[in-house]
């Protein structure tokens, strides 16, 4: 097994969407490998998340919280035009655009989510979004396959 994790932004509000995903990885591909998952909020997960989706992975699971400072503007941006440009997606019709939490969103997975201190001990991920559904079965390790062919993502 190669050192791997599944990591999945989300928040608690997702519980079901993403149990319904987590039980459909878990009979097409993770009930053979049995990898952990590590599960990133920018807000605590509750107790009732955290045991839900514990009763439907078999893999180990961790929660962290995404830093502050990982999930907001940095000093230099300058707010009021930030707003402005939120507001501009917004009136165009830009899915999610006047959406703040969700420009954060993109900024942490685009740029700070390999930094989380919980992903340090593993060298491959797989994102895993709520909501996702996976239709056939994965016979096969894909993070084995890259890690013997070399590859990187």
Request: glycine residues 4%; hydrophobic residues 35%; charged residues 30%.
């Amino acid at each position: 097994r190669a050192s791997a994790a599944f990591v999945i932004l989300t928040r608690n509000k997702d519980l079901k969407e993403l149990r319904e995903s987590l039980v459909q990885l878990e009979d097409r591909f993770n009930r053979r490998y049995n990898y952990p998952y590590v599960f990133l909020n920018n807000e605590p997960f509750s107790d009732d998340f955290k045991e839900r989706i514990r009763n439907v992975v078999s893999g180990e699971c961790q929660f962290g919280l995404i830093p502050e400072e990982h999930w907001s503007y940095p000093d230099f941006i300058n707010q009021t035009m930030a707003a402005e440009a939120r507001m501009s997606l917004l009136e165009r019709k830009v899915i999610y655009g006047g959406k703040e939490s969700y420009q954060h969103m993109c900024r942490y997975e685009s740029g700070f989510f390999f930094r989380h201190p919980l992903l340090d001990q593993y060298k491959w991920y797989w994102r895993v979004e709520p909501g996702v559904k996976f239709a056939c079965d994965i016979d096969y390790d894909p993070f084995v396959f890259m890690e013997r062919n070399n590859k990187k993502y």
